[in-house]
């Protein structure tokens, strides 16, 4: 039998992807869960096997194309009669169990800022059930949806308030806008990036290119993949973010000499030791002496959303672009922990190996070049959030000493990029000051784990 296959919904609050590659081609004939297409969401690539064994018909999307989630992917002629997945993952949906029916159908996880939090368990049994997950009541953490809520509504328990048109409109808008890394649960989640609003300042026409002789003499290379996604989150954060920067100069002699003696300890581990862990760990401790620093700005609602967990993005380096592998509670982690972690992320994003949810979900990004850190520089921030930290290389310089001497030290430049309707400068510097405070002594945060 003839089996369309849609874009399933691949992780919570997305409602599209980018075909990155196909794997088979009209013609082939594929087995069930046979890589069928990378797709790619919130720079993570997700491999989507195929549900049904048989022959490629056709492909219904291009490479570089961004699809829907529902959206047509392939048609295959099936091998077998197995039912068919629920709607949105093929061409028929079972049998409803019987239980309320939705007012409306509504778009699949579509992102907003009212977004329906449930795990892609509870949403496949909701869609089995008929269930539409705007109007169950979440008992979970954050209102998340669970299995027992659905079950509640099922029996015709509490539900939720009907969505106006009003907010049904802006959803579908918020829909097609690209979502920065936005936090997971168990933890509070930040809203995804709304669409910039009509009062934005207009771009400037495109100029046309100058003509050039003909040979070759130029290279166009589409905008594709996470290149894609990165050239569409920093135009959103420009766009909507008041950006200032903030430079502090920092002491780093006492921690080279701590970390020298550590990292002898951990290499003995397998774990490489930098000086990461020790910059988070002394960031977690200004966030919490400034929570407005691990914040983000609900513009649909005007409020500021402080977040009371500590997820760090590090912005790293990969092959196709820049990635923000994220840590999750990292006050909860040690050094040692940290070190382990990052050595982990950082291998695994080199090869495109990082889920999503562990690309998503930061409340502060630190972004480092290592011994390429250079003197200064103005990091943009990783909208929605509200504060970004620059780390620079280590120097050894010639300082004076309290008594008057000319000693050797290691200083290091740190500049934290600010979102100016949030955060006013002195607090900026206020936080800067405690994270200078614990770098240049880093026994505090010994003490502080202990």
Known sequence: MTFEFRLPDIGEGVAQGEVVKWHVKVGDTIKEDQPLVSVLTDKANVEIPSPRGGKVLALHAKEGEIVKVGGLLVTIDAVGGGAAPPSGHGAASPAAVPGPAPASPSPPAAPSFGRILAPPSVRHKAAQMGIDLAQVVG????????????????????????TSPAATAATAAEASAVRPPTPQVPQVGAPPVPSVPSTSVPMPPVPEAAPVPSGPLQERIPIRGLRRVISEHMAISHARAARFTYVEEVDMSELVRVRERAKKRLEEKGVQLSYLPFIIKSVV???KAHPTMNAYVDDAKQEIVLNRYYNIGIAAAAPDGLIVPVIKNADRKSIHALARE??????????????RDELTGSTFTITSLGSLGGVLATPILNYPEVAILGVHKISKRPVFAPDGSVVPAHLMNLSISLDHRVIDGITGAEFLAVVKSHLEDPHQLFLEMA
Not at 343 to 351: F, P, V
């Open 342 to 355: 990052i050595q982990d992320l950082s291998e695994r994003g080199k090869s495109g190996k990082l889920s």
């Open 139 to 162: 008992t979970g953490p954050q209102g998340r949806i669970t299995d027992a809520d659905l079950a509640t509504f099922a029996k015709g328990g509490a539900r939720a308030a009907p």
């Open 285 to 287: 401790q200004g966030l």
